[in-house]
């Protein structure tokens, strides 16, 4: 079993940060990439980032420049340091990660339960 686990969201003011953390666990034999996703209310899911194992990194063009993501592959946690945030902002994060399992010969594609952004004054 392969969990993700995020925590650090939250209501901000615009123009604040908020840093998201996002933990992997169970029976993990490799994490290839690792990334956010958001959703905001009424629209469709959308990547934020994601980051491969190599430090390859790829940044959707609202955030660039605002924000900015970490791995630590010792720990399988990769967090996310938003600054500058937006009232755009404001959606519920994921964190997603591909993940080939101890028990598994392929990679699948898993999800954290989302946490909530909000940017408003």
């Known amino acids: 079993q392969v969990q993700l686990v995020e925590s650090g969201g939250g209501l901000v003011q615009p123009g604040g940060s908020l840093t998201l953390s996002c933990a992997a666990s169970?029976?993990?034999?490799?994490?290839?990439?690792m990334g956010w996703y958001r959703q905001a209310s009424g629209k469709e899911r959308e990547l934020v980032v994601y980051?491969?194992?190599?430090?390859?990194?790829n940044y959707s063009r609202p955030v660039e420049g605002r924000f900015t993501i970490s791995r630590d592959n010792a720990h399988n946690t990769v967090n996310l340091q938003m600054n500058s945030l937006k009232p755009e902002d404001t959606a519920v994060y994921y964190c997603?990660?591909?993940?080939?399992?101890?028990?598994?010969?392929?990679?699948?594609?898993?999800w954290g339960q989302g946490t909530q952004v909000t940017v408003s004054s």
């Open positions: 980051q491969t194992t190599r430090g390859l990194t």
């Open positions: 997603q990660a591909t993940i080939t399992p101890t028990t598994e010969a392929l990679a699948y594609d898993y």
């Open positions: 169970g029976n993990i034999y490799r994490i290839h990439n």
